[in-house]
């Protein structure tokens, strides 16, 4: 099994019970990163009423459970539909490219 395949299954372990609307993972590749800790971005779409900054603090102990670094980005669903309408580069790469870790993603 491949490190990007151990991480995934990782993460749809960690994020099973999780109350979540959409997840993905995507690979940025190291000349995409612009300073990120990681090239490995979980992209999970679900309600919260943290603001963005915060919103990692629900995923502690998820993130302790991976075995390789990985970058989260947290969107509500009204925040995902917008950027999608937006036509966010980012997110159509995700759903072009990433690899759906939720069963009602992708």
Do not use: C
Request: hydrophobic share 40%.
């Amino acid at each position: 099994m491949s490190i990007q395949d151990d991480l995934v299954q990782a993460l749809k372990e960690q994020l099973a019970s999780m109350d979540l609307v959409e997840a993905y993972f995507y690979e940025t590749g190291e000349e995409a990163r612009g300073g990120g800790e990681s090239p490995h971005v979980a992209v999970l779409v679900r309600e919260t009423d943290l603001p963005p900054e915060q919103r990692f603090l629900e995923l502690l102990d998820v993130i302790q459970n991976l075995p390789e670094p990985v970058e989260f980005v947290i969107y509500t669903p009204e925040e995902w539909k917008n950027l999608q309408e937006e036509g966010s580069e980012f997110v159509s790469r995700v759903l072009k490219d990433g690899i759906p870790l939720h069963p009602s993603a992708g």
